[in-house]
């Protein structure tokens, strides 16, 4: 009730924008705040969804950003952060307002980078509480928080169309939500034609390498886009959030899929690296060192080399369309045999960001 | 009581100015790490700029200025003063009446508790049906959490007498009971929610605003007289309970008071910031160093020494990372040490 009174708002704010276009704006965040947008604003305090705030805004929207939250992009990320930096190498020097995630957020070192508007995540706000939020506000600072943590459609088109309201672009915004509408859409229609698949499927955060049994998830993140595309997650019911399943369990519950999530991490030699900069040749010895696990060779996901690796930093964006796609692809191959999602990373990066996705971000064991 | 030879008493008099001096000196140093705090920060504002905000007011027409002072940096440098004053009274309270230099407020599984508390709060924060704003939520429970444990302790206490050895035992128990609980929580706690619980035990002053202030300022003022009432009876408990006792003192009433008084603060300054660690521990020896065992100047010396450690905390985080500050109770923790063993070896014989 409450997201259609915001769609609501946003899509009149949309309406009227043409006319408008650098007037008085009255815009509805994702925490439900009422936000006036003065003109379109030309400095710009990002505490995250530094690619999404750059694909609605295009190319012109780094020179605007004046300080940012550092260590979700350049520690959490390396690989993408390096690509970025290398398009626009100021980012490197910009000043860091801190993170919010282990409360060195500093609300005085965004105020002194002198923003227009602070566009914040929902999870960034709500660290910082109503006083950190009047505090920036009083400053005379626009604050604006967006999410796609929550990982559902309506708030990513909502947050979508919100950067585009604030930034003065809502006809790509609005071209984007578009863009991942559809793809979420084809993709549903792809699954309830395809008829369930009831294929069993395991996810691992492949970072601790083959020694350790890493984390899966049994709600949230990679187990909410397997419960979204119709897969039998054996963490299910096992595990609260996130943790590791027991080694005996996941050869018991013989799983017909099995996903190693990979990211840029550093100092993890036998991670599986996927992301920017990352090579398939690199990443393939790693995941076949998890297929090599006591009691692995037999499970039927390795035996018919259903194994995938995906980047795990692939969430929680709009370009997260890719990865849903990937793992049903992997549930439904026939639904799915004419999708390729690697290519479709690249197309979308392509058509809305700066930099090319060159690296690994979907693979399959060979 | 006869007269004391004027010799002695002169040599008593020198000693009381003395010491009466250094806790004036050690007032006069946290005045200037004060103002020290109040001129650093990330913003990197110049002095006469912040003269000039702190002279526009809050209500002042450069807004960015204005906010800077009034609304982050003061509130917060009054948060460090109170929390580093409630937990130096906390820890010398705790030590006296457990005549134990080990203990601090922290020592009867005051912050595990208050631990629990926040991350009961930051992980179910939305589930609880509370009528509170948000941000008010982890404070909240993080100060019932501390009531809740206090209580337990107390009632050991009642059933069994508050001898140190009691105190101190049914303490660890609830200390380790709250953190098994709070073992539990970050076990079940997603990544994302983790960090923010592991972040909020370090403890730090960057979200002090002025409701904080004002809670954990009332909770400290109320204390104050409570305090100052027992000043001789404690300073009779550190001769020793046997001698206190034959003095005509109640001293289980007296250690009950304490305790109680010791929870109190301790909950109004971690609650909003944090635990703070090693603040509490360390003030008192400072205090101790300073002025001896009498608490007509231990107590005030123990607050100064408290606060001082905490400013002069926030001061190096805020020069050691330029932009985003180094959480308080880090800093706390990595000169705690230093600072422990400065007081053991400097220490004089006896």
């Known amino acids: 009730m409450k997201l259609a009174t915001l769609a609501t708002t946003v899509a009149l704010s949309l309406a009227l924008t043409p006319a408008l276009a650098l007037a008085h704006e009255m815009i509805t965040d994702l925490d439900g705040r009422s936000v006036m947008i003065h003109e379109t604003p030309k400095r ?17 929207g780094a020179a605007k950003i004046v300080s940012l939250s550092r260590a979700p992009w350049a520690d959490w990320r390396p690989g993408q952060w390096a690509a970025y930096t290398a398009v626009f190498p100021a980012l490197e020097t910009l000043p860091d307002f801190g993170n919010a995630d282990d409360n060195t957020f500093s609300v005085e070192a965004l105020i002194a980078s002198k923003p227009d508007v602070a566009i914040l995540s929902t999870w960034q706000t709500a660290s910082l509480g109503e006083p950190g939020v009047k505090q920036i506000e009083d ?61 069993k499927i395991y996810v691992e955060l492949a970072q601790k390498g083959p020694g350790e049994i890493g984390n899966t998830y049994g709600k949230g993140m990679w187990a909410g886009v397997i419960d979204l595309v119709g897969g039998e997650n054996i963490a299910k019911g096992q595990i609260e959030n996130w943790g590791p399943l027991s080694p005996e369990y996941v050869i018991a519950a013989q799983p017909d899929v099995i996903l190693l999530a990979g990211s840029e991490w550093l100092n993890k030699p036998e991670a599986v690296l996927l992301g920017f900069g990352k090579s398939d040749a690199a990443a393939q010895p790693k995941m076949a060192a998890y297929a090599t696990r006591a009691g692995w060779a037999d499970l039927p996901a390795v035996k018919s080399r259903e194994v995938y690796g995906i980047y795990h930093g692939g969430n929680r964006t709009l370009s997260d369309f890719v990865y849903a796609r990937t793992i049903a692809k992997a549930l439904y191959p026939e639904a799915f045999a004419d999708v390729d999602p690697a290519a479709e990373l690249v197309d979308y990066y392509k058509a809305w960001l700066p930099v090319a996705p060159d690296g690994t971000f979907v693979t399959k064991l060979q | 009581m006869t007269a004391l030879p004027v010799p002695a008493l002169d040599r ?22 004060a103002l020290l705090d109040l001129m650093t920060g990330p913003s990197g504002m110049t002095p006469g700029a912040l003269w000039h905000a702190a002279l526009a007011g809050p209500e002042g027409a450069d807004r960015a200025a204005a906010t800077i002072f009034w609304q982050i940096r003061l509130p917060q440098l009054c948060m460090g003063l109170i929390v580093g004053a409630s937990l130096g009274l906390a820890g010398l309270l705790m030590q006296t009446i457990l005549a134990n ?94 960090a923010q619980i592991v972040f909020w035990l370090f403890g730090s002053l960057l979200k002090a605003n002025w409701v904080a202030v004002t809670v954990s300022g009332t909770i400290l003022l109320v204390c104050l007289p ?60 400072v205090a101790r160093a300073l002025v001896g065992e009498d608490h007509r100047l231990g107590l005030p010396a123990a607050a100064i020494a408290g606060a001082l450690i905490l400013i002069a905390a926030s001061v190096t985080g805020k020069v050691l990372s330029q932009g985003a500050a180094i959480p308080v109770g880090i800093v706390t923790a990595v000169a705690g040490v230093p600072m422990l063993l400065a007081v053991i070896l400097t220490k004089k014989g006896g």
């Open chain 1, 139 to 199: 400053a005379g600072i626009a604050v604006v928080a967006i999410d796609y943590n929550a990982q559902t459609l309506e708030r990513h088109l909502l947050s979508t169309r919100v950067l585009g309201a604030v930034m003065g672009q809502p006809e790509r915004a609005e071209a984007l939500a578009a863009m991942y509408e559809a793809k979420t859409a084809d993709t549903a229609a792809r699954i309830a034609k395809a008829g369930p698949s009831g294929k």
């Open chain 1, 44 to 60: 710009v305090a990002l505490g995250f969804y530094y690619e999404d705030y750059l694909a609605v805004t295009g190319p012109e």
């Open chain 2, 226 to 285: 409570l305090l100052v009432r027992d000043l001789w009876a404690l300073t009779s408990l550190r001769l020793g309970e046997a001698h206190a006792a034959s003095l005509g003192l109640d001293v289980a009433a007296l250690r009950r008071r304490a305790f109680l008084i010791t929870a109190l603060l301790t909950a109004g300054a971690v609650s909003f910031t944090g635990t703070i660690g090693f603040v509490g521990l360390i003030a008192p020896h």
């Open chain 2, 101 to 194: 230099p080990l203990a601090s407020p922290f020592t009867l599984g005051f912050s595990a508790a208050a631990g629990f508390g926040a991350a009961l709060a930051i992980m179910g924060g939305t589930l609880i049906p509370l009528p509170l704003p948000g941000w008010l939520l982890t404070p909240a429970l993080a100060f019932a959490a501390t009531l809740a444990a206090t209580a337990l302790v107390w009632l050991v206490a009642r059933a069994r007498g508050t001898a140190p050895e009691t105190l101190v035992l049914a303490g660890i128990a609830v200390m380790f009971f709250f953190q098994s609980a709070q073992s539990l929580m970050q076990f079940m706690a997603s990544p994302e929610v983790l």
């Open chain 2, 12 to 33: 008593w008099r020198a000693r009381a100015a003395r010491q009466g001096a250094a806790v004036l000196i050690a007032a006069l140093v946290l005045a200037a790490f």
